[in-house]
């Protein structure tokens, strides 16, 4: 019984280790996701009504972004998933997502000056 329960603590964080190396890096992932909220900017700012063309219109420019970035939805998902399983390693991919945020805000009010 105890080696039973040894296999599969062994099984189970080898699977993590798997699903680890096989995401994007945080850097790839957090431009990704700065591009998909900024996606969501835009169309909130359009004011539409219609909660179906809202959603039409996201997987438009959520599909847009994907392939800008050169990563196909399910390699995302799965990217997403591996992070949102590890707290501390999505803390810091949202703490790179806010930097970039701030990083474009400054170079956009710079550029219109």
């Known amino acids: 019984m105890k080696y039973l329960?040894?296999?599969?603590v062994l099984v189970v964080f080898s699977c993590q280790n798997d699903q680890?190396?096989?995401?994007?890096?945080?850097?790839?992932?957090?431009?990704?996701?700065?591009d998909i909220h900024?996606?969501?900017v835009k169309i909130s700012r359009m004011e539409?009504?219609?909660a179906?063309?809202?959603l039409l219109l996201y997987h438009q420019l959520e599909k847009a972004t994907l392939k800008k970035h050169?990563?196909?939805?399910a390699s995302f998902v799965k990217s997403?998933?591996?992070y949102v399983r590890e707290p501390k390693d999505f803390?810091?991919?949202?703490?790179?997502?806010?930097?970039?945020?701030?990083?474009?805000?400054?170079?956009?009010?710079?550029?219109r000056r």
């Open 70 to 73: 050169g990563i196909d939805s």
């Open 5 to 8: 329960f040894v296999v599969l």
């Open 48 to 50: 539409i009504i219609s």
């Open 20 to 34: 680890n190396r096989n995401r994007l890096d945080q850097e790839k992932m957090a431009e990704i996701l700065v």
């Open 91 to 111: 803390i810091k991919l949202y703490e790179r997502v806010n930097e970039i945020m701030k990083d474009r805000k400054k170079l956009n009010e710079s550029s």
């Open 52 to 54: 179906d063309t809202n």
């Open 80 to 82: 997403f998933d591996s």
């Open 38 to 40: 900024l996606d969501e």
